[in-house]
Antibody, heavy 123, light 107 residues
Framework: EVQLVESGGGLVQSGGSLRLSCAAS????????MSWVRQAPGKGLEWVSV????????YSADSVKGRFIVSRDNTKNTLYLQMNSLRAEDTAVYYC????????????????WGRGTLVTVSS | DIQMTQSPSSLSASVGDRVTITCRAS??????LNWYQQKPGKAPKLLIY???SLQSGVPSRFSGSGSGTDFTLTISSLQPEDFATYYC?????????FGQGTNLEIK
């Protein structure tokens, strides 16, 4: 079955760290760029980070730049999001999503999403 | 960063109605515009990519149009399962920003 399953969420204190994982199955992870998208409680979607199929290229939103690191291990079919210096405003459900191509260039879209994992940052 | 603005933010409609949601980009994004549907407690679902291409498995009552800065998502005849929140997303450049969402409610 083609699916993405996130894990690693939980309750963490402000200033703390957390690492999210996204396990992919049913497709060749290395062929696709992958993104993290988050959604604060009752709010809209916010694009967070993206990584190319090989992992050589990454990009993160200004709101997390310097604090969050996206990476992947294609041999383990797993995507990661290392979150450091967490703030209350990082509280959200974090989704991983499969890109449409190897790179995240113009025209990419996300056709497969995980169910999400909740990160709660207490102040 | 490219800003995406959806209108309206919320909309009440009845089963069978024709509904249109608009998305405007702060600069030209060619046709690099995607539409997603999200139901409460669920992950987003891709409906339309490249402004007007229907994702496999999505009912044909959904359609998209536009290019440059102005785009629309149209549902030709609302069904009960269509009541949800809809988001546009630009993929012209990173960060690949989303609109604020349009909450489609039952009248």
């Amino acid at each position: 079955e083609v699916q993405l399953v996130e894990s690693g969420g939980g309750l963490v204190q402000s200033g703390g760290s957390l690492r999210l994982s996204c396990a992919a199955s049913g497709f060749t992870l290395s062929s696709y760029a992958m993104s993290w998208v988050r959604q604060a409680p009752g709010k809209g979607l916010e694009w967070v980070s993206v990584i190319s199929g090989s992992g050589a290229s990454t990009y993160s939103a200004d709101s997390v730049k310097g604090r969050f690191i996206v990476s992947r291990d294609n041999t383990k079919n797993t995507l990661y999001l290392q979150m450091n210096s967490l703030r209350a405003e990082d509280t959200a459900v974090y989704y991983c999503a499969k890109g449409s191509t190897f790179y995240y260039g113009s025209g990419s879209y996300y056709s497969l999403w995980g169910r999400g994992t909740l990160v709660t940052v207490s102040s | 960063d490219i800003q995406m603005t959806q209108s309206p933010s919320s909309l009440s409609a009845s089963v069978g109605d024709r509904v249109t949601i608009t998305c405007r980009a702060s600069q030209s994004i060619n046709n690099y515009l995607n539409w997603y549907q999200q139901k409460p407690g669920k992950a987003p679902k891709l409906l339309i990519y490249a402004a007007s291409s229907l994702q496999s498995g999505v009912p044909s009552r959904f359609s998209g149009s536009g290019s440059g800065t102005d785009f629309t998502l149209t549902i030709s005849s609302l069904q009960p399962e269509d009541f949800a929140t809809y988001y546009c997303q630009q993929s012209y450049s990173t960060p690949q920003t989303f609109g604020q969402g349009t909450n489609l409610e039952i009248k």
